[in-house]
């Protein structure tokens, strides 16, 4: 298979049944959309919407010190996340800049499920085999072990209880538990990239069309539809949550980034990049680094990544993330913005959208936030 053929995942016949705009993303054939993005991004934030994240890098590190190694390779005190837990942590280089973002599944007392976006699941997972030199562990790539499909929205608690036996009551967020959906075996994990209630479904891939068509059949009912790439990208938008290569990139830092408390300094031992990453938080409390914000239009211009944040005529900040908000009703975008035109509020503020500046109003993040 050459290096431009894209990936195929477990579940691409059946995109493509379904009418799927499939897109290459990361090397993977991906659905993009399988009708209007506006439908299902609002099936997610009032019903419920059907993922396939399949391209996500799997990497499971096992053996007496796994737990020893992750802590010394990625920022967080992964010695402390309990079995059946999950954590967000950070992978950095030696000076600091972040190689991705990542979510850490404690298996079993000396298992761990190191789950890493598509486009850097290589790269994390070739420091991950670096870094393990010395340790009693093992890191060993397992993308083709799994297949992942989320069901996110307030109706997929429901949908899913109707499929197992599993605690789901019981699962909190950030926390994975070995179960059966739809009689296959699966780890149902209480996380997602929506802003919603949600479940993520680790499954091999010889089951995924009987997980997908399961969740399907219990979910059309209570007006669950199959979701694209197009609309996650929008609801993690409105949850103001990180996407790497946008928000996240290795010439920034955590703290940089206004992601500094996934460094967790306090632990025991070394770490990569512990001593540039403390420099970095020092001059991040002496000289404030810009910070992220929201920003709403006030028009109907939908700013891009790169463009130009601008005050009085100078250069303030730059768009990472942009888009319309389906939630909101006007476009939104996220920002890395100086410090003095960061505040929720502050006036003044437009974007350079081709020569022309639009205002815009700066706004806390996220934009949305779930009712409990």
């Known amino acids: 298979m050459s ?109 761990f499920m190191v789950v890493a976006n598509a486009s850097n699941a290589q790269v994390v997972l070739d420091a991950l085999t670096a870094r393990a030199a010395g340790f009693d562990a093992v890191v060993r790539d397992d993308r083709d072990a799994y297949a992942l499909i989320a069901v996110q929205g307030p109706e997929s608690p429901g949908i899913l209880a109707s499929l197992t036996d599993a605690d789901l009551d019981g699962l909190k967020y950030y926390a994975g538990l070995p179960g059966t959906v739809a009689g296959v075996p699966a780890l149902i994990a209480r996380t997602g990239y929506t802003g919603e209630d949600g479940f993520e479904l680790f499954v091999a891939p010889a089951d995924a069309e009987k997980v997908w068509q399961a969740l399907t059949d219990a979910g059309t009912p209570v007006g669950l539809i199959p979701c694209g790439l197009s609309c996650r990208d929008t609801l993690r938008l409105e949850a103001g949550m990180p996407l790497y290569g946008h928000e996240l990139t290795t010439s920034l830092t955590p703290f940089d980034a206004g992601l500094g408390r996934v460094v967790k300094f306090e632990k025991e031992g070394d770490f990569v990049g512990r001593a540039a990453l403390q420099e970095a938080a020092e001059r991040a409390e002496q000289n404030p680094p810009r910070v992220l914000v929201g920003l709403v239009a006030e028009g109907r211009r939908v700013p891009r990544a790169g463009y130009p944040v601008v005050s009085g005529g100078q250069v303030v900040g730059e768009i990472t993330s942009g888009a319309p908000s389906p939630t909101l009703g006007k476009p939104i975008a996220m920002a890395y913005v ?35």
């Open 3 to 111: 290096s431009t053929t894209p990936r195929l995942t477990a579940l691409d016949a059946l995109h493509r049944s379904l009418g799927a705009t499939m897109t290459d993303f990361a090397g993977w054939d991906m659905p993009l959309r399988y009708g209007s993005e506006r439908d299902e991004h609002l099936a997610v934030r009032t019903k419920a919407g059907l993922f396939d994240l399949s391209h996500m890098g799997e990497i499971t590190v096992t053996g007496p010190q796994a737990a020893e190694l992750l802590a010394f390779a990625l920022v967080g005190n992964i010695a402390t996340v309990g079995v059946g837990r999950a954590r967000y942590t950070m992978i950095c280089q030696e000076d600091g800049g972040i190689l991705d973002d990542l979510i850490v599944y404690r298996l079993a007392e000396h298992e």
């Open 338 to 372: 100086d410090a003095a035109h960061a505040a929720p509020g502050t006036t003044g503020v437009g974007v350079d959208i081709r020569g022309t500046h639009k205002p815009y109003e700066v706004v806390a993040l996220p934009f949305y936030k779930r009712r409990k």
